[in-house]
DNA sequence: ATCCGCATAGCAAACGTTTACTACACCATA
DNA sequence: TATGGTGTAGTAAACGTTTGCTATGCGGAT
C-alpha cells in the first residue's frame, strides 16, 4: 500500500527510556534476565504508549518459535475435518498459536508441497492425518525434525505421538450390531481401502461376521473406483449413490449395508428412496463418523461415533505439550467407537454370538 | 528437536561458487539485476545441489511480502464456510499463497485478535466476510494498511474491493416464489438481524410480500434469542428446532416459512417432523444458501443458491491481483441468486403478481 | 585521446531482534 | 583487605537476506 507508517522498534523505545536496546529486549521478551523495576516499568509504559509490537521475522531470524502449527488433513470441505479444524482451532487460538491448514486432496505430492511450505515457514509443530503408511512418507515425517502428532488417521509408532481410534473395533460394532438384529446378509460400501483406517475398520466388520459364523461372500464387499477425494463436500456422497447403484445392480440384495462413512450412507440412502426402496424397511444402513448431519437426514442414521471434538482437542494440546517441552503428558491416546444408535437399521430377531464351544 | 543440521544460506553457495552473497541474491531472487549467464548457471547448480531454500523470515524483516494471506469468516465448522474456505485454498495453493484461515464466531473481541495477529504477520492481504458495518470495524479495516477483499456480506464501499451478493434479491425471490405458489402467511425465521446481509434478506421479503399486496404481519418475523455462532456445525440447525418450536406455539401456523439459510431450515423441518407436522404437505420450507446438504435431506430443501466456490474463487482471484499490483480487474463483482426449486415447498394455485395499476 | 554508457561484480549497510560477553558497583564473607 | 558473588546495564555480533553504492573493464562515440 501506499505509506507505511514506520512501525515503532525497540530502538525508539530504548532512544526515549535512554536505555540500551538489550534491555528493552530483556523486558519485552519477557526474558528472565534482571531488569529494574522501575526501569521495566518505563519501558512497558513507553512500549504501550507506542503500540509497541515485536516484529516477528526478526524474532524468527534469531530462531525463534514461529507459533505456527501446520493442520494437515484430507479436505476441510469434508464436514468432519472441518469440525475437526474448529476444534484444533479453539485450541490454538487459547495458546496463540495460529493454525495453518492445509488440505491434501490424498494426493501425496499435494502433501509433500504442503509439508515443504511447513517446514520453510519454520512451524513449531504439524498435526497430521497420515493417509498411508508408505516408507517414503514416513521418512520424510521422520527427516522433519518439527513436533509432529499423528491423528484421525491411526497409525502408531514409536517414532510420534498421536491420537488414536480404534478403527478395528468400530467395524467390528457395526457389524456386530447389525447381527445382534437379525442381519446377516452385510455388504460393505466404501471408497478405495487404501488408507490404513478403512483397511481396519474393514477388518473389524470381517472378524465380526467371522465370530458370528457367517461366511463373508466376496460380492459384498463394495468399492468404488475413484482414487483422489475431490475438492467438493459432497465427495463421498456422490460416492455413496454409485455404491447403491453398483449393489441394486447385484443379484441379491443385501439385508443391510455398512458404509465408510456417513457421507457415504446419505448418498446410499439417498439413491435408494429416489429408486423407491426403503431404508430401514427393505434395506438397513449403517454410517460411521456420526457427523451432525447424521440425526438430521431421514431417516436418522445409526452410525458409530468417532470423537471429533475430542480427538481435535487432545491432538492439538498434545501437540503444544511438545512444542513447549513439557514432559508430563500421554504421548499416544486411542479413543474408543461409541455406538449410536438411531432409525437406519431395521430391528429383526435379535441373534447371540455363536460360542466358542458351538463349532 | 534435538540438532538442526544448519541449512544452507546464499553464504554457502557464495563460497563454494566464488562469488559474493551479492550476486547470490541476485540470481536466486529472481532480481532483474544482470548476471553472466554462466555464473548465474553455476549458482543455480550449486543452489539445487544444496537443495538450498531461502529463509522467508530474513527476507520478510527486509520488507518482503508474506505470501499469506488472511481469511477471516464466522466458523469453519459451518458447512457453508468451509466450502467457502476450500474454494479459497486452492486459487491460493495455484498462486503459492497460504490461507490462514480465521474463525471469528462473530465476536468483534476474536475479530480484533485476528486482526491484529495478521497485522503482526504482515500477510499479503485479507479475505473478509464483514459481519458489522459498525464504524469501529471498518475504519480498523481502513487504517490496516493492507490489501483487502470484502466477500460474502454485502457491503460495497469505495474504499474496498468487494465480492457481492445481491441478497435483497434472494429474499425476494425466495418471497415471491412462495406467493407464486399460493403462499401467503408466510413467516420468516431467523437468527439475529443484526447482519447486513441478513438485513437485506429480510428487506426482499418484505418488499416481494408489499409488491404482491400481502400485508405483513409483525408475528410472522420469528426471532431466535442467540447472539453469536456457537463453535459447533449444528449450531444455526439447534437454533432452527427452536424457531420451530416458536412456530408452532403461534396461534394460527402459517403456510409456509423463509429460513435465514439452509442449516436452520432443516432444523426447522426436523422439529416439525418429530411433531407429526408434514413438510411440505402441512407447511413448506424454504432455506437459503443451497449447501450441498441441500439435497440431501428429505424432502430434498428448495432454496435460494449462493454461488459459494464462485464466490471464494473470485475473491481470492481479485485478492491476489490487488497483491500484485495488476490493474486490469473487476474491483466489485455482483453475484446473483438462482432459484433451486427442490420438494420442501407445497405448490398450490398460481398467484400472479398485482400490477402496480391493480391497485 | 577522452569521455560516456553499459555489463558485471563486490562491499557493506540495513532490516529488528536476541544474547554472549564484558563491565561495574555493591555487599558479604573470609 | 582481598575475594567473590549478585544485581544491573551496555556493546556488539549474529540471524540470512536484499540493495544502494562503488568499482572495474570494455566498446563506441566524439
Not at 191 to 214: H, M, V
Not at 256 to 268: E, P, V
Not at 299 to 326: F, H, V
Request: aromatic share 8%.
Amino acid at each position: 500500500m501506499a505509506d507505511k507508517p514506520k512501525k515503532t522498534t525497540i530502538l525508539d523505545i530504548a532512544a526515549i527510556a535512554n536505555v540500551s536496546t538489550a534491555t528493552v529486549s530483556r523486558v519485552l521478551s519477557n526474558s528472565d534476565y534482571p531488569v529494574k523495576q522501575e526501569v521495566r516499568e518505563q519501558i512497558l509504559a513507553i512500549a504501550k504508549d507506542l503500540a509497541y509490537s515485536p516484529n516477528l521475522f526478526s524474532r524468527m531470524l534469531k530462531g525463534a518459535d514461529s507459533k505456527e502449527i501446520g493442520v494437515i488433513i484430507p479436505s476441510v470441505a469434508n464436514p468432519f475435518y472441518s469440525q475437526l479444524v474448529a476444534s484444533v482451532e479453539g485450541v490454538c487460538i487459547k495458546h496463540d498459536y495460529v493454525p495453518i491448514i492445509c488440505s491434501s486432496y490424498n494426493t501425496p505430492e499435494l502433501q509433500l508441497k504442503h509439508i515443504e511450505m511447513l517446514k520453510q515457514r519454520c512451524v513449531s509443530g504439524i498435526l497430521i492425518s497420515v493417509l498411508t503408511t508408505d516408507d517414503e512418507v514416513i521418512n520424510q515425517l521422520k527427516e522433519l525434525d518439527t513436533n509432529i502428532v499423528l491423528f484421525d488417521q491411526t497409525f502408531e509408532s514409536k517414532d510420534f505421538d498421536s491420537v488414536n481410534f480404534d478403527f478395528y473395533k468400530a467395524g467390528y460394532m457395526a457389524t456386530e450390531y447389525l447381527v445382534q438384529n437379525g442381519h446377516r446378509n452385510i455388504a460393505f460400501a466404501t471408497a478405495p481401502l487404501e488408507r490404513r483406517s478403512r483397511k481396519l475398520f474393514y477388518k473389524g466388520y470381517r472378524k465380526a461376521l467371522e465370530d458370528y459364523g457367517i461366511e463373508f461372500e466376496v460380492t459384498n464387499l463394495v468399492v468404488s473406483k475413484v482414487e483422489n477425494d475431490a475438492i467438493t463436500t459432497d465427495f463421498h456422497y456422490q460416492n455413496g449413490k454409485n455404491l447403491a447403484k453398483m449393489i441394486l445392480e447385484k443379484e441379491k440384495l443385501p439385508d443391510a449395508i455398512i458404509a465408510i462413512n456417513d457421507m457415504t450412507a446419505f448418498g446410499i440412502i439417498n439413491f435408494f428412496e429416489a429408486n423407491e426402496i426403503v431404508v430401514p424397511a427393505d434395506i438397513s444402513v449403517m454410517g460411521f463418523d456420526n457427523i451432525p448431519f447424521s440425526e438430521m437426514i431421514s431417516p436418522s442414521l445409526t452410525t458409530i461415533e468417532q470423537p471429533i471434538n475430542l480427538t481435535g482437542r487432545l491432538a492439538t494440546e498434545m501437540l503444544i505439550n511438545k512444542i513447549e517441552q513439557k514432559t508430563d503428558y500421554e504421548r499416544t491416546v486411542k479413543l474408543e467407537p461409541k455406538l449410536i444408535e438411531r432409525k437406519s437399521v431395521r430391528k429383526k430377531n435379535k441373534i447371540l454370538r455363536k460360542e466358542k464351544n458351538d463349532l
